[in-house]
């Protein structure tokens, strides 16, 4: 296999973005992307592309890249794989670069999820995502499937609503001064515990806010890095890992499965463990995720991630920081392009020059989970050779 290289990645300000067709975001990602190729890259030099988009409200989201992009004469494949659909799409990008099929990708993701969070599209999309027997009608969308999840973490390790709100101060702080970011303001311990609640053990202030965004990254097998720049970002790992979908059926709520098979294979192909890893931007959708993806992903023990937390070894300045940018939490959650902005950011950090930039980072990981944390998927970036 082929040495893949990121040599160029770009994103738009998350947010409420009423004023912006998906056309519009997609094509402006598209873009910031090009412009970032420090020797510079034209459209027609891609010979393939990949599009991650979950809720479809344009149709055809292939059709709509290649069209409002100008890439007609080469295959465009849309990837769908719920919240995991970005890092996915890179992982699919990556295999056709590596095997030769493809010397120039495009991995873009988008998703509009504010224009379609009270109708039926919405509701049509959480229902293939979901056990439609038991699950659905429960109640089990997003807040309740991950409660679970949490609440039996907290349960069996003595894990508190406080060590929650860390993980939402620490990703608020980091996202305050990211100007790509939906929401750019710090939360405190009182305002965390006291907003309003979601679904126990989150309040509001737990959860992720519904965003609207875009993002890409182009890669190109090594023997032709140096054409676009001097400093790539080589892809040395990808993994998908499942689990099953209703929540009867999973043997441990204290954990996401998903994860650790992804994980296991991503750290394989790139051939080094979670101790090598400088920076991470994992799955914040709510605050006791990022907490429970610690154990998952092995940065630390089982039962140890809120140690972690209240050491600040998860913090800007501790031993691993994690969500840099803000996280979900802070930076939003397009659903297609969270994944694929997440390589974005960690894109700047190992080139040097991030908003909150991590000292010395050389190896950075990209984590997501959903689809009801019955799917993952992660890259593992290494930085330019010195």
């Given at each position: 296999?082929?040495?893949?290289?990121?040599?160029?990645?770009?994103?738009?300000?998350?947010?409420?973005?009423?004023?912006?067709?998906?056309?519009?975001?997609?094509?402006?990602?598209?873009?910031?992307?090009?412009?970032?190729?420090?020797?510079?890259?034209?459209?027609?030099?891609?010979?393939?592309?990949?599009?991650?988009?979950?809720?479809?409200?344009?149709?055809?989201?292939?059709?709509?890249?290649?069209?409002?992009?100008?890439?007609?004469?080469?295959?465009?494949?849309?990837?769908?794989?719920?919240?995991?659909?970005?890092?996915?799409?890179?992982?699919?990008?990556?295999?056709?670069?590596?095997?030769?099929?493809?010397?120039?990708?495009?991995?873009?993701?988008?998703?509009?999820?504010?224009?379609?969070?009270?109708?039926?599209?919405?509701?049509?999309?959480?229902?293939?995502?979901?056990?439609?027997?038991?699950?659905?009608?429960?109640?089990?969308?997003?807040?309740?499937?991950?409660?679970?999840?949490?609440?039996?973490?907290?349960?069996?390790?003595?894990?508190?609503r406080e060590?929650?709100?860390?993980?939402?101060?620490?990703?608020?702080?980091?996202?305050?001064?990211?100007?790509?970011?939906?929401?750019?303001?710090?939360?405190?311990?009182?305002?965390?515990?006291?907003?309003?609640?979601?679904?126990?053990?989150?309040?509001?202030?737990?959860?992720?806010?519904?965003?609207?965004?875009?993002?890409?990254?182009?890669?190109?097998?090594?023997?032709?890095?140096?054409?676009?720049?001097?400093?790539?970002?080589?892809?040395?790992?990808?993994?998908?890992?499942?689990?099953?979908?209703?929540?009867?059926?999973?043997?441990?709520?204290?954990?996401?499965?998903?994860?650790?098979?992804?994980?296991?294979?991503?750290?394989?192909?790139?051939?080094?463990g979670p101790?090598?890893?400088?920076?991470?931007?994992?799955?914040d959708c709510?605050?006791?995720?990022?907490?429970?993806?610690?154990?998952?992903?092995?940065?630390?023990?089982?039962?140890?991630?809120?140690?972690?937390?209240?050491?600040?070894?998860?913090?800007?300045?501790?031993?691993?920081?994690?969500?840099?940018?803000?996280?979900?939490?802070?930076?939003?959650?397009?659903?297609?392009?969270?994944?694929?902005?997440?390589?974005?950011?960690?894109?700047?950090?190992?080139?040097?020059?991030?908003?909150?930039?991590?000292?010395?980072?050389?190896?950075?990981?990209?984590?997501?989970?959903?689809?009801?944390?019955?799917?993952?998927?992660?890259?593992?970036?290494?930085?330019?050779?010195?």
């Amino acid at each position: 296999m082929r040495e893949v290289a990121i040599v160029g990645a770009g994103m738009i300000p998350f947010g409420e973005l009423f004023h912006q067709s998906l056309k519009d975001m997609v094509a402006k990602a598209f873009q910031a992307t090009l412009d970032s190729v420090d020797k510079g890259m034209r459209a027609d030099e891609i010979g393939a592309a990949w599009f991650s988009e979950v809720q479809s409200v344009d149709g055809f989201p292939a059709g709509l890249l290649a069209d409002t992009c100008g890439l007609l004469d080469i295959p465009v494949t849309r990837v769908e794989n719920a919240c995991a659909s970005g890092n996915d799409a890179i992982r699919q990008a990556v295999y056709a670069v590596g095997g030769g099929y493809v010397n120039v990708a495009l991995v873009l993701g988008a998703d509009k999820v504010r224009d379609t969070s009270s109708s039926s599209t919405f509701w049509e999309w959480m229902s293939t995502n979901r056990d439609m027997a038991w699950d659905l009608p429960l109640g089990l969308i997003s807040p309740g499937s991950f409660a679970l999840h949490v609440a039996r973490y907290m349960h069996e390790f003595g894990a508190t609503r406080e060590h929650l709100a860390r993980v939402a101060m620490k990703n608020h702080h980091n996202g305050a001064t990211n100007p790509h970011a939906h929401l750019r303001f710090e939360v405190s311990m009182e305002q965390v515990l006291n907003a309003p609640m979601v679904v126990e053990p989150f309040g509001l202030l737990d959860c992720v806010p519904q965003s609207d965004g875009a993002a890409a990254v182009l890669l190109v097998s090594k023997d032709i890095a140096n054409r676009y720049t001097d400093h790539p970002v080589w892809v040395r790992g990808v993994g998908t890992g499942m689990d099953r979908i209703m929540h009867a059926h999973k043997e441990d709520l204290s954990s996401f499965a998903a994860t650790r098979r992804a994980a296991k294979q991503a750290f394989a192909m790139a051939g080094i463990g979670p101790q090598d890893i400088n920076v991470a931007e994992v799955h914040d959708c709510f605050t006791g995720v990022e907490m429970m993806t610690y154990e998952d992903l092995g940065f630390c023990g089982r039962g140890e991630a809120p140690r972690l937390l209240e050491k600040e070894e998860t913090s800007i300045g501790g031993s691993l920081p994690v969500n840099p940018s803000g996280g979900l939490l802070s930076k939003g959650h397009p659903p297609g392009a969270t994944g694929i902005a997440q390589c974005t950011e960690l894109f700047e950090q190992l080139r040097g020059h991030a908003v909150n930039q991590v000292d010395g980072a050389k190896w950075a990981l990209a984590h997501n989970v959903g689809g009801p944390t019955a799917v993952s998927a992660i890259t593992v970036l290494e930085g330019p050779s010195a």
